[in-house]
């Protein structure tokens, strides 16, 4: 047998190239894992509520975060579901209610029952857009689509720039409490604006805020799920773990799960 010793050099280029080649080939199945799941959940959202008239990759929300959001509203359907960050998530989030609330919005009665969004969006031309895309929604008389432009917010963590019209959540909470027709009333609340490049933790804010917006009334609790978009990225990382120190700084309990998407999302749950 002839010697196939090689130098040492071309040994470790050899062991390097083949590591790079395992990685590329791991990395084209994570891709691969990833359409499908972005697919699977794509069929599942079609089964539901039919044709999706927007996209969901890029900007919008992707179809595993999608189904998510859709699984929530159906398992534990909110009277108030708001919003920062407006798109395709409204439109869903409206089908998504339809489904939740089947016959309330034929009666006088119904009307008054049914579930409220308010949905903020700070650029016109976006706000201009999802109101086409709501447009034909049965339950578009219930959305408050808000363009509230980007001002000043700050705590004691820092400044940023957050959403005007942060005292129509106060309103919504307030009339919600004084329907008292549950023991427990949910509120959904979607994260996934502004962008990150309105500055850092640009969706930090939405917390505080909705703490600050809803005061604590333990006789007629609320039952709050936030979901958060994008927690594959550095920031929403660090915003999440402001926000549970926040929640635990008030003696608020709540529970955090992180979710394996595409984007990568946290879900929070607590009472306030
Ligand atoms: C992550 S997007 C929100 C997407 C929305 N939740 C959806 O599912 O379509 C956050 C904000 O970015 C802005 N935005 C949306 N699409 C954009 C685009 N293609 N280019 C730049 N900004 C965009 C809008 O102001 C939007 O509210």
Redesign the pocket.
Known sequence: MPSTSLPDPLLQRLGAIEQRLQAIEQSKRNATLTITRQLEAFIQLHTLIGSIP?QLHG???SADFALRMLHQLLAEPPELVIEF?????TYLLLQGLALAYPQRSGSAQGARSAPQLLSY???PQ?HQLTAELIAPGRLRRHAQLLLAPLEPWSDASGSYSYYSQLERITAAAIALRRKRQRPLHRVLVIV????GATGPQARYPALPALLQAIPADPARPLQITLLLDDLIRADEQATAASWQALLADRGIAASRRDLPFEKGAMELRFPL
């Open positions: 927007g900007w919008p929300i960050g407006s798109g395709t998530s969006e700070h650029l976006f996934d604006g502004p962008p």
